[in-house]
């Protein structure tokens, strides 16, 4: 089935805007949100808002239209993509101290962020030897695909990032004139805050892809690409392709890492209990629990029902980016 044909809309928004009362946003859009079946999570703070919500096009459609009416946000930037079935299990707006946890409280990117770069004018910039291209996203988001060339910092959560700059900065930039930096993350969120940090620390030939990611496989022809593999999406889907079409890899629900078909058909992998990645990491009392817990899940989905640790694994799948 083309994504086209696929019947969930997938919507990943964000914006950087200034509410003087985000509390006072919420529960208006939560009870939107219930009332038209939309599941997924927005996160509302003071610099803005963030999420990944999805449901029927026109649930969403109604949805969007409440978001674009909010204080600074009829400009919001929004990724569609389809999905096959529902890959929330259920819907959760919630206030937050930052929209997306980079941990630099005097970074702005309302004030100031990097030069934004079409999807279609992004080769370009990459291919070009005086640029430094960087993903500024975390090592599992990376494992499972890439632009060619670009750094991979190996960092474990976004707020390692700038303590991961500020430690490699003089081998990236050298003494002379520093080169272009070309960054790029899921939907641009990350890279918003990222480029803003670079400018506060004096640099300011810096890139960012608008979109991010997202954008550019859905825009960008397969044939031009020069990204590789796969993107990791923060939802059931686990990863997509060009065209966002869902990927072929799968989650492990014992350590949330990404895993591929050849992963699932090892003998250290059992279904929401263990992994090759995970297996010599967890006691035979962890695979124990995560065997029950994956048989009561499996009752749970019998009956038509949520079961708690399914809920508890959403927790860690909010999209930042």
């Known amino acids: 089935m083309s994504s086209s044909k696929l019947p969930i809309c997938v919507v990943a928004l964000y914006n950087f805007v200034r509410f003087d009362d985000c509390a006072s946003l919420r529960?208006?859009?939560?009870?939107?949100?219930?009332?038209?079946?939309?599941?997924?999570?927005?996160?509302?703070?003071?610099?803005?808002?963030?999420g990944t919500i999805a449901g029927s096009d026109q649930s969403i459609a109604a949805v969007l239209e409440h978001i674009r009416a909010m204080p600074g946000c009829a400009q919001i930037e929004v990724k569609f993509s389809r999905a096959k079935t529902m890959p929330f299990h259920r819907m959760k707006v919630r206030l937050k101290r930052e929209i997306v946890t980079m941990g630099e409280p005097d970074i702005d990117p309302i004030e100031g962020v990097g030069h934004y770069v079409e999807p279609d004018q992004w080769n370009a910039l990459i291919n070009d030897p005086g640029t430094i291209v960087i993903d500024t996203r975390n090592d599992y988001e990376v494992a499972t695909g890439t632009f060619t060339g670009a750094i991979n910092p190996r960092t474990e959560t976004f707020r390692d990032f700038p303590a991961w700059f500020r430690e490699n900065r003089e081998a990236l930039l050298g003494q002379e004139t520093p080169p272009k930096i070309a960054m790029f993350c899921t939907g641009g969120i990350r890279c918003e805050k990222s480029t803003a940090f670079l400018k506060a620390e004096g640099i300011e030939d810096v890139f960012h892809l608008k979109g991010g990611i997202l954008k550019y496989l859905e825009t960008v022809p397969a044939e031009q690409s020069v990204w590789e593999g796969e993107c990791f999406v923060f939802d059931q889907r686990v990863t997509v392709g060009h065209g966002l079409v869902p990927g072929s890899y799968?989650?492990?629900?014992?350590?949330?890492?990404?895993?591929?078909?050849e992963d699932c058909a090892s003998a250290l992998y059992e279904e929401g209990v263990s992994c090759p990645a995970c297996y010599h990491e967890r006691s035979d009392?962890?695979?124990?629990?995560?065997?029950?817990?994956?048989?009561?899940?499996?009752?749970a989905q019998q009956r038509g029902e949520q079961h708690l640790g399914a809920d508890m694994r959403e927790r860690m799948e909010q999209n930042d980016g």
């Open 285 to 299: 009392d962890n695979r124990e629990r995560y065997r029950e817990r994956q048989r009561q899940e499996m009752l």
């Open 27 to 50: 529960e208006p859009l939560a009870q939107l949100c219930k009332d038209k079946g939309v599941r997924g999570t927005v996160l509302l703070a003071k610099e803005g808002i963030n």
């Open 250 to 261: 799968v989650q492990c629900h014992a350590c949330r890492l990404p895993i591929t078909p």
